[in-house]
């Protein structure tokens, strides 16, 4: 989405101008959680590397999110122009994201209270990440009478379509919540334009209300760079074959593909075992939660627990050299709205393995920065990555369409576009004609 030239007009000029401040939600899950562990991925990412952009483009930005510890101080400045705000709503410890619901009038009352105390008109625009924040965001806005902007970031109805096995469906709940925020909400920002066609088709979203805005990349961190170098400072050996998964664990994000496939591997290429390593990157999340080992103990029924490294969660510059380091990065999950694992991973030079699903299908240039496999069976997972692994020409060629693929996904770019999205609602609220059309 490019940004529009400025009008000629001052009087339009004026009434189209952007926000000055905006309030942002994410009610279940802090941008200072680590990524990768309980609740916390792709969306603490975004809301932080987005707000900081704001921020940078003289947006103050609040971001409001429930209070998980006694100990945490009501507000803290993650960035110049960013605080978060800490919300008391329910134990402080001990409630998981699918009891959050009934907490949600607390978070309300939180948010509202603190704009309250604040003079008249403070926020020009709201914007809520995920179904539980738009509802806390359908209230405030009606109250504040400013623009609702929502990001879905993943949606019930599209993960029913494609459960894990053994996998539970989301609730209808949850889907009637959505469909609520979807129909509140002044703009819906969808990360692909597969996601907005689902927003349109199941949940009968306006079109008109529907801007296409992909997730970024930290460019400046995510780089490419020497892999023996990489290898060393992570622990792994410079001739050994690397496959890597990162994300949390649990059926949605499908590591257990991985680990079944390298086993389906070692049955045609049982060779393999003297150079292969297994890297898992991440922590037990969401349904994943109720056997937090399962995945070791699929690993040791399958003969591969001695190739298998379990890594906790780590930050960006530790993870930027874990990306490096590997050959693949392996992305099998059964749905992701963007899936900022596998840009990360080609900004650094690493060609992607992945599920022809959702976002990735975007995030991914079939045959020119990775490959997308069709489905979830394991023989066919091991057959692409087994023969991947015996092609490092075919690798290398990939690894550079990889950085040349990943650059067009900057945070730049996003906070451009976000910006102007927050500009088109506050100009459809104030009742002017927007200039240009949303994409």
């Given at each position: 989405?490019?940004?529009?030239?400025?009008?000629?007009?001052?009087?339009?000029?004026?009434?189209?101008?952007?926000?000055?401040?905006?309030?942002?939600?994410?009610?279940?899950?802090?941008?200072?959680?680590?990524?990768?562990?309980?609740?916390?991925?792709?969306?603490?990412?975004?809301?932080?590397?987005?707000?900081?952009?704001?921020?940078?483009?003289?947006?103050?930005?609040?971001?409001?999110?429930?209070?998980?510890?006694?100990?945490?101080?009501?507000?803290?400045?993650?960035?110049?122009?960013?605080?978060?705000?800490?919300?008391?709503?329910?134990?402080?410890?001990?409630?998981?994201?699918?009891?959050?619901?009934?907490?949600?009038?607390?978070?309300?009352?939180?948010?509202?209270?603190?704009?309250?105390?604040?003079?008249?008109?403070?926020?020009?625009?709201?914007?809520?990440?995920?179904?539980?924040?738009?509802?806390?965001?359908?209230?405030?806005?009606?109250?504040?009478?400013?623009?609702?902007?929502?990001?879905?970031?993943?949606?019930?109805?599209?993960?029913?379509?494609?459960?894990?096995?053994?996998?539970?469906?989301?609730?209808?709940?949850?889907?009637?919540?959505?469909?609520?925020?979807?129909?509140?909400?002044?703009?819906?920002?969808?990360?692909?334009?597969?996601?907005?066609?689902?927003?349109?088709?199941?949940?009968?979203?306006?079109?008109?209300?529907?801007?296409?805005?992909?997730?970024?990349?930290?460019?400046?961190?995510?780089?490419?760079?020497?892999?023996?170098?990489?290898?060393?400072?992570?622990?792994?050996?410079?001739?050994?074959?690397?496959?890597?998964?990162?994300?949390?664990?649990?059926?949605?994000?499908?590591?257990?593909?991985?680990?079944?496939?390298?086993?389906?591997?070692?049955?045609?290429?049982?060779?393999?075992?003297?150079?292969?390593?297994?890297?898992?990157?991440?922590?037990?999340?969401?349904?994943?939660?109720?056997?937090?080992?399962?995945?070791?103990?699929?690993?040791?029924?399958?003969?591969?627990?001695?190739?298998?490294?379990?890594?906790?969660?780590?930050?960006?510059?530790?993870?930027?050299?874990?990306?490096?380091?590997?050959?693949?990065?392996?992305?099998?999950?059964?749905?992701?709205?963007?899936?900022?694992?596998?840009?990360?991973?080609?900004?650094?030079?690493?060609?992607?393995?992945?599920?022809?699903?959702?976002?990735?299908?975007?995030?991914?240039?079939?045959?020119?920065?990775?490959?997308?496999?069709?489905?979830?069976?394991?023989?066919?997972?091991?057959?692409?990555?087994?023969?991947?692994?015996?092609?490092?020409?075919?690798?290398?060629?990939?690894?550079?369409?990889?950085?040349?693929?990943?650059?067009?996904?900057?945070w730049d770019a996003t906070a451009d576009a976000t910006l102007e999205v927050y500009t088109e609602a506050l100009a459809t609220r104030r009742g002017t004609a927007a200039v240009g059309a949303l994409p």
């Amino acid at each position: 989405m490019a940004v529009l030239p400025l009008d000629p007009d001052p009087v339009r000029r004026r009434r189209r101008r952007g926000p000055r401040r905006v309030a942002v939600l994410s009610v279940h899950t802090s941008p200072l959680d680590q990524p990768g562990t309980g609740d916390a991925g792709g969306m603490n990412v975004y809301i932080t590397e987005v707000s900081r952009r704001l921020a940078e483009r003289g947006v103050e930005v609040d971001v409001f999110t429930r209070a998980t510890s006694s100990d945490l101080p009501p507000s803290v400045e993650m960035a110049p122009g960013v605080t978060i705000r800490h919300v008391t709503a329910g134990p402080f410890q001990g409630l998981s994201k699918e009891d959050l619901p009934g907490q949600l009038c607390a978070v309300t009352s939180g948010v509202l209270r603190a704009e309250a105390a604040r003079p008249e008109g403070w926020y020009d625009l709201l914007h809520s990440h995920y179904w539980l924040s738009g509802q806390v965001g359908w209230l405030a806005a009606e109250r504040w009478n400013v623009p609702l902007v929502h990001a879905m970031h993943t949606m019930a109805r599209v993960k029913n379509l494609a459960l894990a096995d053994g996998d539970v469906p989301e609730p209808d709940g949850r889907v009637i919540g959505e469909q609520q925020v979807v129909d509140a909400a002044d703009r819906i920002v969808a990360n692909t334009a597969l996601e907005a066609d689902q927003l349109i088709d199941l949940y009968g979203a306006d079109p008109h209300r529907v801007a296409v805005v992909h997730p970024g990349v930290d460019l400046e961190v995510f780089t490419p760079g020497d892999r023996r170098l990489a290898r060393a400072r992570v622990g792994v050996g410079a001739e050994r074959l690397v496959l890597l998964f990162v994300g949390r664990i649990q059926p949605l994000k499908a590591p257990d593909v991985l680990v079944r496939a390298v086993a389906s591997m070692l049955e045609r290429r049982p060779e393999l075992r003297d150079r292969l390593d297994v890297v898992i990157c991440g922590g037990p999340s969401g349904t994943g939660l109720a056997h937090p080992h399962a995945l070791e103990d699929l690993a040791r029924d399958l003969g591969v627990a001695d190739l298998v490294r379990f890594v906790r969660p780590v930050d960006r510059n530790r993870l930027a050299e874990w990306y490096r380091a590997a050959d693949l990065c392996v992305v099998p999950s059964y749905s992701e709205s963007f899936g900022l694992v596998a840009v990360e991973a080609q900004a650094c030079g690493t060609p992607v393995v992945a599920a022809r699903v959702g976002g990735l299908s975007t995030a991914v240039a079939d045959g020119a920065s990775g490959r997308l496999v069709d489905g979830h069976d394991a023989h066919t997972w091991g057959q692409e990555l087994s023969a991947l692994l015996a092609a490092p020409e075919e690798r290398a060629r990939l690894a550079a369409g990889a950085v040349a693929h990943a650059s067009r996904f900057g945070w730049d770019a996003t906070a451009d576009a976000t910006l102007e999205v927050y500009t088109e609602a506050l100009a459809t609220r104030r009742g002017t004609a927007a200039v240009g059309a949303l994409p």
